[in-house]
């Protein structure tokens, strides 16, 4: 796939949460053959904004809120959008993020795909499937139901796809997002009291509670690294205090002069590597599937875990108030935050399906004001948080995710996945963090491999 330099402008921000956000947030099967997608352009002429009027409907569904207060808020509204469209069912196949990414291909290119499913942005997945032509722009159906003044601009571009399938970030929308989300640190409150230590202020200082934590014999970071994907996250936290927000934007993006090579990178993976050599990381980390690593932290058998904020209700079921939760701390005390985030998978309606314009009012109905108060309540982080986000106990696990988004949205402290970076770099970067933290093979080595994906990609 040939790949011009991604242009600046409109790609900056790109995964960012816009100071916009403050001001506008704080407060049936398809066709049964495999000919290609009959339903590749715009939405037709005349759009059916009522589904009551649709006739008999069924909409198949695939999404991967499997997880605590996702899956209870998509279960809630699917049965209020049943409820408000009788003549409508929703059939929800629901699989985690590893097992969609795994079958979602293969069933988008079937003879009966879903009508409507959850897509990863970037290279590896969204812009594959509209270059195959297998998702619906949705532009008309933005303009209709109001998305454009409902969310930030950043927010909308992140599920943007270019008509050259050479950039994501513009051009036409292919999908819409729920919920906000950042990679946080999860702390137990009590046991950091009982270790007598306090939340960090700065970065210096969180590195700095690891050996002693280590030395009174419990686990620093909970953490489980079989599912290979925890990984990303976990180094890209580290990268984004080593090398600064812009430098990671320009690696993820194409722009500027960076190199997954530069010493900012190379440091991170050292102390990525470091941590797991001294004993930080829970042992056995790479055996362990996230889940697993989740439930023990919730069990009282580590003091943070890092991961997203995604995970918030699940912990908080069995940890309550014990269960505290902060932004990677800043290198100064009082100093802006920056981590990795931007939006949950984006909803897409697929090209073969029979009900688009369905398809479209579920999206506009899981996605709304009501949905956001929903997603709340069930101790989600909506994109654009509402009336029950502000209501939210400051010193709750809730508030202090909807204040760390706020004040994340407020400096421009986003940085994207940098499983974005090109089409294969999911697989490369995940397996290079395996061998990584295994010891298999050197800081070095890790960002050479990187390098080198990025550089094949982008010589293209």
């Known amino acids: 796939m040939s790949h011009p330099r991604r242009r600046l402008g409109a790609l900056v921000t790109l995964a960012l949460v816009s100071t916009s956000l403050v001001a506008a947030g704080c407060s049936a099967p398809g066709s049964s053959d495999n000919s290609p997608a009959t339903n590749t352009g715009q939405p037709k002429a005349s759009v059916a904004t009522n589904p009551a009027k649709g006739g008999k409907v069924t909409l198949n569904v695939w999404d991967q809120e499997v997880r605590g207060g996702q899956n209870a808020e998509m279960t809630q509204l699917n049965k209020e959008f049943q409820e408000k469209y009788p003549n409508v069912t929703i059939n929800r196949t629901s699989k985690s993020f590893s097992d969609l990414k795994t079958t ?117 970071i909970e953490f489980g690294n079989l599912d290979k994907w925890p990984a990303i996250h976990t180094f890209g936290v580290i990268q984004a205090q080593t090398a600064g927000k812009q430098d990671v934007r ?87 935050p920056t981590t990795t985030g931007g939006e949950s998978l984006a909803f897409a309606v697929t090209s073969k399906s029979q009900h688009p314009d369905v398809a479209a009012a579920y999206l506009d109905f899981i996605t709304n004001a009501h949905a956001d108060d929903v997603m709340t309540q069930t101790g989600n982080l909506p994109a654009v948080p509402g009336k029950a986000a502000d209501a939210l106990p400051a010193d709750s ?62 010589q293209k």
């Open 104 to 220: 979602l291909r293969l069933a988008l290119s079937g003879k009966n795909p879903p009508d409507v499913v959850e897509a990863n942005q970037g290279y590896p997945d969204m812009v594959t499937f509209v270059k195959a032509g297998q998702l619906v722009p949705l532009d008309k159906y933005a303009k209709l139901y109001g998305w454009e003044q409902r969310y930030p601009k950043t927010l909308l571009d992140l599920n943007r796809v270019s008509d050259d399938f050479q950039h994501f970030g513009e051009g036409k929308l292919y999908g819409i997002s729920q919920m906000g989300e950042y990679i946080t640190v999860y702390y137990n409150k009590s046991k950091l009291k009982s270790l007598g230590l306090t939340p960090p202020k700065t970065w210096s200082d969180f590195a700095a509670q690891l050996p002693k934590i280590k030395a009174k014999g419990q686990t620093p």
């Open 250 to 336: 320009n690696l993820v993006f194409g722009t500027g002069n960076a190199k997954w090579t530069d010493s900012a990178t190379v440091k991170a993976a050292k102390i990525l590597q470091d941590w797991a050599q001294k004993g930080y990381f829970t042992k056995g980390a790479n055996g362990l599937g996230y889940d697993d690593a989740s439930k023990k932290f919730a069990d009282g058998t580590g003091v943070y875990l890092i991961t997203g904020t995604w995970q918030a209700a699940v912990l908080k079921k069995p940890m309550g108030k014990n269960l505290g939760l902060m932004l990677p701390p800043p290198a100064q005390a009082g100093g802006e």
């Open 397 to 458: 696990p809730e508030g202090q995710m909807v204040a760390g988004w706020k004040d994340l949205s407020k400096v421009d402290g986003l940085v994207p996945y940098l499983d974005y970076s090109t089409p294969t770099f999911y697989d490369t970067i995940t397996a290079s963090l395996q061998s990584l933290i295994g010891g298999q093979t050197t800081p070095e080595q890790f960002t050479q491999t990187l390098q080198a994906d990025y550089q094949k990609f982008h």
